[in-house]
């Protein structure tokens, strides 16, 4: 009985030591031992072995309440020796064996990261650091909450401005303070030592400031009218707003490349939120409407070979959009039959044949085929023309604004309702007298047309578009970006869409791995958290009624959210 | 009596365009006489051994979603972990020149290898992603299955660079047979008889064995086959690993066709092996062998036939929209597939 848990801390440890190696052997040592977090201390390629350690020492620690400290120091360092122990075994197989020739990232750079560039002699630094790094995951579980709060938000703080260095370095390139404040938190590629500790003590203060005060600020919100909270509601939005009106002019180029991209994709999130969030129609064919609206775009206004009329931007925009609405009410109807699963294979048909007809022979003539539509001009108001992404930022803003506008109207009428209804269940909507036709070809044509309208303004930005642009996997991207979001959640669209899109683009040696990262956290998401990260109200409060009624109360009611997809 | 609305009539159009078309193109292509008969025979033939690994892979989709209700999107990367994995056996062996000594023993050793790693990372899957999804909304699983499906590409992709490889190949398998009069290149009839047989077995052990009747128990009704002392979860971990060591085995016969394996291989064989389940009635062992063949013997007498004949340029290229319209159309019509009448029968 006793010796259960020095067990499991140890399967814990060879379970962790196995991510470990995962990590290693798909590259991300490798590629991440360039980017140092804190220079000269630790780089991201070796915290993610690290992490791992402390992982399996938090893990591992537990399994036996009440136990000693002691105990529990001593069952993480043994999780985190196991971590140690497998990453050197890798170390040593990798150095007697040429694993190269299979797993191409077995480098000698990776090999060297792991064993603190000493090699197999090493080893015995690895199991020390491994087993104390796992003590100390361990002794995070021994912390009053009160401490251990402020400290895992002070250690998040520090590592996530490591890692958006870059970023923030561009930021603060400037004269004045803005550089004054560079050189006292940055070395070159990283945080100095310095620069860390003053984060960390930053944040630490300002996390336990607020644990002690922020129950007096709640209070005072709360005893204020409800008017004069409308007030501030309203003037922080309005600041917020501000705020991001000024990104291009102070964030520089690459910033706002990066915020139209993410713009881009909330417009489609938004506009697939409506048919997969508020109708529940699984559509994974939604790529083809970009498609549309972007080609439309491009023939109307293109300047070269295959652009017909030559149109302006404002003028080929409606027409794109509602070239995109007819092509959604088209597709829509003869897959209006078809139910759950079954309707996201039609659609993902649907988005497939779309993008091999655009890339065929036969259609070249017309379309471009792979060579695509160039020539694309600028849009221009005036003598403004949104040139590059500075403008092009403003351009997406405003969508996204017109957008979400039209998706809260849609979602507070009466179509908004009935297509809730339809979502939570088909069969009794249509017997309360919803016209299931209508209903879901005008969610279609909805989604459709925001869609198109995303195209439309991706054809501007590129100035020119290739098929390739079409791939299911910006149908998926979108679908997934509702999904961490949290479905039917217009917050949720852009939370998910700053999260999937944003972090990836701003970490640039992220990009290799993205869709790696984007799969593990689907699969995770799923298992911990598969109402999303910013879920709609309705859905929120389903979840939370049912935390109250228990388990099975829960259970009932994460059956009786998803529904829609149930046939 | 149905009222007729436009919904119906839009359909109806839809029937009669698609049906014009392919007999247009029909009548276009025979009239045109170009190619002579045995360019035909070529065509069935490599499309039947094409359809015969599409029908392999599609008996996991079957299986799993017979069980499950569960449409298994990472199938089509078990497929390539299997063909993948495969890879680096036939490349020593190539390298060592083992392959063409003993090429029967040398491709049964990459086979088993094959099968035995796609039912590996199948049974894995199933632990880590699917089982603890069990009791959620449909969604759910399906969402996970994507994301496993992203995370074994790129898994396969950091581990082994993102390049083609290119498959070895066995001094046995170059060139054709004459069986009947008809050549047949070696390949292809490899893959015919090697997966007409591993279909057979399958069949045998689902229709025949204990196991194979409690996992038809279970996917008939779960409660009543637990009720009657069944193992539910054991009939769900082998229907995995069946259909995935099936995959594996696809992934081999696709690997000695195609010669050449990448970490990207599995999306679109997956995709039209779940149209082929689909074609033939999901959850229906035959259905699916029968929509593999259907399906593949579609696609490649079909670019030919129907479009050629309408004057369409380089009709190859647009294969897969025959193989996605097909889908499509089954979807409308008939969503019960060829085979299927059971799942009509449980919906309602």
């Avoid at chain 1, 792991?114 to 003590?135: E, N, T």
């Avoid at chain 1, 309203?234 to 000024?246: D, K």
């Avoid at chain 2, 063409?100 to 049964?108: A, E, F, H, K, M």
């Avoid at chain 2, 898994?155 to 190949?169: I, L």
């Amino acid at each position: 009985m006793r010796r259960q848990p020095w067990i499991a801390a140890a399967q814990k440890g060879l379970i962790w030591g196995g991510v470990a190696v995962f990590l290693a052997l798909v590259g991300m040592v490798e590629t991440f031992a360039g980017r140092q977090i804190v220079v000269g201390v630790i780089s991201l390629g070796l915290a993610l072995p690290v992490l791992t350690a402390v992982v399996a020492g938090y893990q591992g620690a537990q399994g036996h309440p009440g136990g000693a400290p002691g105990a529990f120091l001593a069952r993480g360092a043994l999780g985190g020796a196991a971590v140690g122990t497998v990453v050197s075994g890798l170390v040593v197989l990798g150095t007697f064996v040429n694993m190269r020739s299979m797993f191409v990232s077995a480098s000698p750079t990776m090999f060297e990261t792991l064993s603190f560039g000493r090699g197999v002699s090493g080893i015995p630094l690895v199991l020390l650091g491994a087993a104390a790094v796992g003590a100390v995951g361990a002794a995070a579980s021994l912390l009053s909450p009160g401490v251990r709060r402020p400290l895992v938000t002070a250690l998040a703080w520090t590592l996530g401005i490591g890692l958006f260095q870059e970023l923030l370095q561009i930021l603060l390139h400037a004269e004045g303070t803005r550089t004054a404040v560079r050189e006292l938190l940055f070395v070159e590629d990283g945080l100095s030592m310095r620069g860390a500790t003053i984060v960390f003590a930053l944040a630490w203060g300002a996390t336990a400031g607020w644990a002690r005060r922020g129950g007096a600020v709640r209070q005072w919100h709360g005893r204020l009218s409800a008017p004069r909270q409308r007030v501030l509601r309203l003037s922080s939005l309005g600041a917020a707003v501000a705020l991001l009106l000024l990104v291009p002019l102070g964030g520089g180029l690459f910033l706002s490349q990066v915020l139209v991209l993410v713009g881009l994709f909330a417009l489609l999130g938004l506009g697939l939120n409506i048919v997969v969030g508020f109708a529940g129609l699984l559509d994974l064919g939604y790529v083809a409407f970009f498609a549309i609206g972007a080609y439309t775009v491009g023939l109307l206004t293109s300047v070269g070979e295959h652009g017909i009329i030559g149109l302006s931007f404002w003028a080929a925009v409606p027409v794109a959009v509602a070239v995109s609405l007819v092509a959604g009410v088209l597709l829509g109807v003869p897959v209006l039959g078809i139910r759950g699963d079954y309707l996201a294979i039609a659609t993902l048909g649907f988005g497939e044949i779309i993008r091999i007809l655009v890339l065929s022979d036969f259609l070249r003539p017309w379309l471009g085929g792979s060579q695509g539509v160039l020539g694309i001009p600028k849009p221009m108001i005036g003598g403004f023309e949104f040139r590059g992404p500075e403008q092009l930022f403003y351009l997406t803003l405003a969508s996204c604004a017109l957008v979400i506008f039209i998706a809260m109207r849609l979602r507070d009428s009466r179509l908004g309702r009935a297509w809730m209804a339809v979502r939570e269940d088909e069969d009794v909507a249509e017997a309360m007298g919803i016209n299931l036709v209508n209903v879901k070809l005008m969610a279609f044509a909805m989604g459709a047309a925001f869609g198109g309208l995303s195209g439309a303004i991706f054809a501007v930005m590129l100035g020119s578009i290739f098929p390739h642009s079409f791939q299911l996997l910006i149908s998926i991207n979108v679908l997934a970006l509702i999904i961490v979001g949290g479905m039917g959640s217009m917050p949720g669209v852009i939370v998910g869409s700053l999260f999937l899109v944003g972090m990836p683009e701003l970490l640039r040696e992220f990009a290799e791995y993205r869709f790696l990262i984007y799969g593990a956290s689907l699969v995770l998401m799923m298992q911990l958290r598969p109402e999303g990260l910013w879920p709609a109200a309705a859905l929120r409060r389903e979840l939370h009624a049912a935390e109250e009624m228990g388990p099975s109360g829960r259970a009932e009611a994460a059956a009786g959210s998803g529904r829609p997809l149930e046939e | 009596m149905r009222r007729f609305s436009v919904v119906d009539l839009y359909l109806w159009a839809f029937r009669i365009v698609v049906l014009m078309v392919v007999v247009w193109g029909m009548i276009g292509t025979i009239m045109a006489r170009r190619y002579p008969g045995d360019v035909w025979i070529d065509f069935v033939v490599f499309g039947m051994s094409q359809g015969s690994i599409y029908a392999l892979i599609a008996l996991g989709y079957t299986m799993v979603y017979g069980i499950l209700r569960m449409i298994n999107f990472a199938h089509g990367e078990v497929f390539m972990s299997g063909a993948y994995t495969g890879y680096f056996v036939a490349a020593a062996f190539g390298r060592s020149g083992y392959l063409d000594r003993n090429p029967v023993v040398s491709l049964l050793v990459v086979l088993a290898v094959a099968m035995i790693t796609s039912t590996a990372i199948a049974l894995l899957l199933e632990r880590v992603a699917y089982r603890p999804l069990r009791r959620s909304p449909r969604l759910v699983p399906l969402i996970a299955a994507i994301g496993a499906s992203f995370f074994l590409q790129y898994t396969f992709r950091g581990f082994f660079g993102s390049g083609f490889q290119a498959y070895p190949e066995a001094q046995m398998l170059k060139g054709t047979w004459v069986i009947a009069g008809i050549g047949i290149l070696r390949t292809q009839a490899v893959v015919l008889v090697a997966s007409v047989l591993m279909m057979l077995g399958l069949y045998a052990f689902v229709m025949r064995t204990k196991t194979g009747t409690a996992m038809r128990a279970v996917s008939e009704d779960r409660e009543a086959a637990a009720l009657m002392g069944i193992d539910v979860d054991r009939a769900i971990v082998i229907a995995f690993a069946v259909g995935a060591s099936m995959a594996g085995a696809a992934g081999f016969l696709y690997a000695i066709v195609f010669k050449q394996v990448h970490f990207f291989m599995g999306f679109v064989p997956g995709i039209k092996a779940f149209t082929a389940a689909v074609l033939g009635g999901i959850g229906n062992i035959p259905g699916a062998m029968l929509g593999g063949l259907f399906l593949g013997l579609f696609e490649s007498v079909g670019p030919i036939l129907f479009l050629e004949g309408l004057g369409i340029v380089a009709p190859y290229q647009l294969k897969d929209v025959i193989a996605f319209t097909m889908l499509v159309m089954v979807l409308i019509f008939r969503p019960s597939g060829i085979m299927g009448e059971r799942l009509v029968a449980k919906k309602a």
